[in-house]
Every structure is written in structure tokens, then in C-alpha cells.
Antibody, heavy 120, light 108 residues
């Protein structure tokens, strides 16, 4: 059974960079056929797809976040990471990591989520 | 991007009743690439339905999905106490992948 777990600071100051890591267990991040994705949920609101990465390093990000997003992968640690730069209060959200099969686009395994608050 | 509009915003029903949730897309969702998720308070979403009508592993058969093009439906045939939650649709037919705003199914 694949498990994902997010980790990182719960509080980030405005204009700084939010950094989160997702650790995958119960399966290899290098498995052919899966993307590894980030999704966020603003408090009391709906879900927003941020982007995904393949183990080879190729990525696809949501244009709504423009060039602020960098997603990277470390296959040796079975982890992938999210960096979101120049954060504002509008980036306060629960951030989830999730797995996506490349022949689909739906998220079949999710982490439990981590709340990141942007505040000085 | 494709905008998904879910209705109603809140559905008030009693256990044992039938729930019908709607998801309408601003443009056609290619190949019925539409998924449904259930989210309970404080938890991550759980995949229920993919490909508009295929149940995910371990999902009870009281959950069913239908539709194509721009109109999709999630039906819960008989509500169990554990089904009261928020439900989201998601399209993955075109990038960026997008979600609806959710329908809350609450106990009447």
C-alpha cells in the first residue's frame, strides 16, 4: 500500500519561499507510470492542482501560479518537493501530495495534508 | 481552463435516502475524464469514481457515476451515516486539471 507524507514548516513569512517535501513509502517513486503531484486547499474552500513531476524530472505546473512553483524529485530518498516563492496570505492553505497514474489524471493516493500559514 | 460547477452547494438528506450530485463543465470533458472524491472533515479527499463511471478500489456499489460531455452525476443510492461529507468532481481531460467547488451532503 502506497503511503505519502508531507513535511515542512507550518509558518512562512510573506515574500519568502514555502518549501515542502513529500516522502513516499510502500512503493518506489521511480515506478514507471506515475506522476507525483501537489494540490492545495484554501481554508474552507475547494481544491487547486499545483503541478506534478515524473521521476525523470519532467514537470507540468498550473499556469495560475505562473513561475512561482518549482517541483523537484529525489529518487534516492523516494521524495519529491514543492517550492513556492514570493508567498502572500493568499497562499495559506492545506497542501497535499498525491499520486497520479500517467494514463489518467485522477489522484488515487493522497498524503494527510499539512497546513501552511503565511503570516509575519 | 475548464471550470466545473457543482450543484447544489448543500444537500440535506436523511440516512437511507438517495443523493444526486451534479457537476457541469464549462466545456466538454474529453474522454469522460471526470473523477469524484469524498472528503470528510480534517481528512484528505478519497477517490470514489474515475472515468465518469468506474468505481475506485474498495468503493461500495451504492456509489455510481454517470454522464459525458459537460454534464456528470454522482449518485449515492442509499445514504449511510459515513457518507455525510463533501464531494468534489475533478476533470483531467485537459490541463490545468481543475476541481469543482464541492457539494456538502449533510444530515437532515
Amino acid at each position: 500500500q502506497v503511503q505519502l507524507r508531507e513535511s515542512g514548516p507550518g509558518l512562512v513569512k510573506p515574500s519568502q519561499t514555502l518549501s515542502l517535501t513529500c516522502t513516499v513509502s510502500g512503493g518506489s517513486i521511480s515506478s514507471v507510470g506515475y506522476y507525483w503531484s501537489w494540490i492545495r486547499q484554501h481554508p474552507g474552500k475547494g481544491l487547486e492542482w499545483i503541478g506534478y513531476i515524473y521521476y525523470s524530472g519532467s514537470t507540468n505546473n498550473n499556469p495560475s501560479l505562473k513561475s512561482r512553483v518549482i517541483i523537484s524529485v529525489d529518487t534516492s530518498k523516494n521524495q519529491f518537493s514543492l517550492k513556492l516563492s514570493s508567498v502572500t496570505a493568499a497562499d495559506t492553505a492545506v497542501y497535499y501530495c498525491a499520486r497520479v497514474a500517467i494514463w489518467s489524471g485522477y489522484f488515487d493516493y493522497w498524503g494527510q495534508g499539512t497546513l501552511v500559514t503565511v503570516s509575519s | 481552463e475548464i471550470v466545473l460547477t457543482q450543484s447544489p452547494g448543500t444537500l440535506s438528506l436523511s440516512p437511507g435516502e438517495r443523493a444526486t450530485l451534479s457537476c457541469r463543465a464549462s466545456q466538454s470533458v474529453s474522454s469522460s475524464y471526470l473523477a469524484w472524491y469524498q472528503q470528510k472533515f480534517g481528512q484528505a479527499p478519497r477517490l470514489l469514481i474515475y472515468g465518469a463511471s468506474s468505481r475506485a478500489t474498495g468503493i461500495p456499489d451504492r456509489f455510481s457515476g454517470s454522464g459525458s460531455g459537460t454534464d456528470f452525476i454522482l449518485t449515492i443510492s442509499r445514504l449511510e451515516p459515513e457518507d455525510f461529507a463533501v464531494y468534489y468532481c475533478q476533470q483531467y481531460g485537459s490541463s490545468p486539471w481543475t476541481f469543482g467547488q464541492g457539494t456538502k451532503v449533510e444530515i437532515k
